[in-house]
Nanobody, 123 residues
């Protein structure tokens, strides 16, 4: 079992920055790929970013490329999503997810999920 807890969400204005954290506990964190997903009201959960177990492979959705940065610190069992130049359309509940995988990082079928953290961007 892997338990994931997101934090760092909040209400910001367009153009601001936020850093989300995903703290993991349970099994060896470094064995798992980490993904960030988001879900806006009335919409399906969508891929935002992912990082492989060792951090060498990183992927972003086109909508956040150049604005968001995913990272991980395996020594702290924590992953991060640095979000800059936020837009109102980034408003959503953000989830981190973990799974043992070496491909398909943008697929939503991760095994472990956090409870989510709300990000609201006002115009």
């Amino acid at each position: 079992q892997v338990q994931l807890v997101e934090s760092g969400g909040g209400l910001v204005q367009a153009g601001d920055s936020l850093r989300l954290s995903c703290a993991a506990s349970g099994r060896t964190f470094s064995n798992y790929a980490l993904g960030w997903f988001r879900q806006a009201p009335g919409k399906e959960r969508e891929f935002v970013a992912a990082i492989s177990w060792g951090g060498r492979a990183i992927y972003y959705a086109d909508s956040v490329k150049g604005r968001f940065t995913i990272s991980r610190d395996n020594a702290k069992n924590t992953a991060y999503l640095q979000m800059s130049s936020l837009k109102p359309e980034d408003t959503a509940v953000y989830y981190c997810a973990a799974d043992v995988r070496y491909s398909g990082y943008d697929r939503v079928d991760y095994h472990y999920w956090g409870q989510g953290t709300q990000v609201t961007v006002s115009s």
